[in-house]
């Protein structure tokens, strides 16, 4: 694989491209204050964005242009906000969680995994029925039969969901005729809830576990399969996550990982620029006030994941490639295809602006264990 071109500089490249539009934003968004109220406001917004950068995206038209305008709507509703003196509406800076969690100077490792896990948790314990069991199901085939990946004896294989959050992918890989699944997570909230619902469904050949993906608690050569979804990207050391993948896979064994992709084209220098508005805003009261709007469980999910989780950082293909291969990888594939959501399979289908809106696409890569 090719050496991508001085991948901070492409980052950069995208967040210009709305620089002017996003930070007359994020200062109109100072003047209305860091009470509860203005986080709700600012939660609003989020949605607003998110929404709007869909229907740019799939609208044809030049994307550039398009999200200049959400985020001028956004800073003029910012503005006007404050001259009605929004920021007079409660207490100041009731909303801040501690500073301490997304300091690069002195990250206090456990205040980070306890503040992702429970962002998380709460997101997937809301889930629908539907979103828990059907959705993920229908995302893992479309992902593995358009790679063209297929399992001759899945039923006598065992297969570890690392991360599995509230463990929605660990039932699809159950409901797909894996022999036993196994998820493990940070979060006690992501595992009780999973515990939960399976139980529910009275569905065997499944167990859940409260532990770090960065420390697996599985000894060496476990798994046939490993499986981990959108999960290293959050932690504290994802190449230590990636040496544990490989620990635990048996030798010829199938792994899947997912990280975020860098560049990330307008799609992720727009997260960006909302992870700047969301700074230090209360998680769950963010949730909540999107809830109150009637946004689905899944879609608040989809705008909160990564707008609010502690760390999430973006790895170029050779980066995550390079750790694959030093954790003792081979037949490292990065996938071409994913479902019609999939940012990658925008560009394989060759959306118009797909690299501006798009970047590279996601990381998806299989492998197996030397
Ligand atoms: C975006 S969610 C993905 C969950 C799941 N893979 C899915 O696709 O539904 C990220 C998950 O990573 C978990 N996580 C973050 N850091 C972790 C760590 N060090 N060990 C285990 N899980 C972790 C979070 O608790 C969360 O459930």
């Given at each position: 694989m090719k050496r991508s071109k001085t991948p901070d500089k492409e980052q950069d490249q995208a967040r210009n491209l709305i620089l002017k539009s996003s930070r007359k934003m994020l200062i109109a968004a100072q003047g209305i204050g860091t009470s509860r109220w203005a986080a709700s406001a600012r939660a609003w917004c989020v949605s607003y964005i998110f929404n709007g950068m869909e229907a740019v995206f799939a609208s044809g038209r030049d994307p550039v242009e398009g999200m200049n305008e959400l985020f001028r709507d956004a800073a003029d509703f910012f503005q006007s906000a404050s001259r009605t003196g929004f920021h007079r509406l409660g207490p100041d800076r009731v909303n801040q969680v501690a500073p301490v969690e997304s300091?690069?100077?002195?990250?206090?490792h456990s205040a980070i995994e306890n503040a992702t896990g429970q962002h998380y948790g709460r997101l997937f314990r809301e889930f629908s029925q539907a979103s828990f069991w059907e959705e993920p199901l229908e995302l893992l085939r479309t992902r593995l039969e358009r790679n063209g990946i297929e399992f001759a004896d899945l039923a006598r294989m065992s297969v570890l969901d690392a991360g599995?959050?509230?463990g929605r992918y660990t039932a699809a890989w159950k409901q797909l005729g894996a022999g036993s699944v196994t998820g493990v997570d940070i979060s006690s909230i992501g595992v009780a809830s999973a515990e939960h619902r399976v139980k529910d469904a009275g569905l065997s050949g499944i167990s859940f576990k409260q532990g770090s993906v960065i420390e697996l608690p599985f000894p060496d050569r476990s798994f046939d399969i490993v499986f981990s979804n959108g999960v290293l990207h959050h932690t504290v050391d994802w190449q230590a996550g990636v040496r544990e993948l490989l620990r635990v896979l048996k030798t010829g064994g199938f792994g899947w990982l997912y990280l975020i992709e860098?560049?990330?084209?307008l799609f992720w220098a727009t997260i960006e620029v909302l992870r700047d508005l969301m700074q230090g805003a209360d998680r769950e009261f963010t949730r909540l006030s999107l809830k109150l709007l009637g946004i689905p469980d899944n879609r608040i999910f989809y705008m909160l994941d990564h707008v609010l989780v502690p760390i999430n950082l973006r790895l170029t293909p050779f980066e995550v490639e390079s750790s694959l291969i030093s954790a003792g990888a081979a037949n490292i594939r990065r996938l071409s295809r994913g479902t019609d959501f999939d940012r990658i399979e925008r560009i394989h289908q060759g959306d118009p602006y797909a690299e501006v809106k798009y970047g590279a696409g996601e990381n998806r890569f299989v492998f197996t264990r030397q």
């Open positions: 300091s690069p100077y002195e990250p206090d599995c959050g509230g860098s560049p990330g084209g």
